[in-house]
T-cell receptor, first 114, second 110 residues
Framework: DAGITQSPRHKVTETGTPVTLRCHQT?????MYWYRQDPGHGLRLIHYSYGVKDTDKGEVSDGYSVSRSKTEDFLLTLESATSSQTSVYFC?????????????FGPGTRLTVL | RKEVEQDPGPFNVPEGATVAFNCTYSNSASQSFFWYRQDCRKEPKLLMS???SGNEDGRFTAQLNRASQYISLLIRDSKLSDSATYLC???????????FGKGTTLSVSS
């Protein structure tokens, strides 16, 4: 299994509070991604990173920001959590984004916003 | 039209059965194709990539039909442990995001 951990694994918070989710990898892969998964939807990309301090938006980036100050860590921040951000969040990594790119997923963080 | 469409199922089959899942994608420029497996409340895991010529991995066979924009996954001799949700995944070009279908749920019973 790819060395990816996510913390926390579960979190319950209140509307309006800031929340930061952490993804940590030991594979030294260049690319990291944040997805959310909701019933009735496939996994949807929030943000991704192609290197330290290099990030870009995905399909559902509104309300989220990210930071990557080290190769191994990719942080997802909800500046002011809303109930619509209740979801399961998965981090993924890949070595490159070429045609044969394979993404490996972390165990997920289950976030509930009350 | 959704970018990647799958029959959500559930598919309920007995052990030993052969089952096939289908997937269609909307963007004809898509270049890379995958099947991922996701167990309940777990992360998705790569099952296999799908190549134009078709490919097989043990009991699993994947096929791609670019003309019809159709991908399939065949599971032979189903095991209880095959029970999971199978995600069809497409990438348009290198360097772009993976696009996931909503998944097809398989339940194998004894």
């Amino acid at each position: 299994d790819a060395g990816i951990t996510q913390s926390p694994r579960h979190k319950v918070t209140e509307t309006g509070t800031p929340v930061t989710l952490r993804c940590h990898q030991t594979e030294n892969h260049r690319y990291m991604y944040w997805y959310r998964q909701d019933p009735g939807h496939g996994l949807r990309l929030i943000h991704y990173s192609y290197g330290v301090k290099d990030t870009d938006k995905g399909e559902v980036s509104d309300g989220y920001s990210v930071s990557r100050s080290k190769t191994e860590d990719f942080l997802l921040t909800l500046e002011s959590a809303t109930s619509s951000q209740t979801s399961v969040y998965f981090c993924a990594i890949s070595e490159d984004r070429g045609r044969s790119d394979t993404q490996y997923f972390g165990p997920g963080t289950r976030l509930t916003v009350l | 039209r959704k970018e990647v469409e799958q029959d959500p199922g559930p598919f309920n089959v007995p052990e030993g059965a052969t089952v096939a899942f289908n997937c269609t994608y909307s963007n004809s420029a898509s270049q890379s194709f995958f099947w991922y497996r996701q167990d309940c409340r777990k992360e998705p895991k790569l099952l296999m990539s799908v190549y134009s010529s078709g490919n097989e991995d043990g009991r699993f066979t994947a096929q791609l039909n670019r003309a019809s924009q159709y991908i399939s996954l065949l599971i032979r001799d189903s095991k209880l442990s095959d029970s999971a949700t199978y995600l069809c995944v497409v990438r348009v070009t290198a360097g772009t995001a993976l696009i996931f279908g909503k998944g097809t749920t398989l339940s194998v019973s004894s």
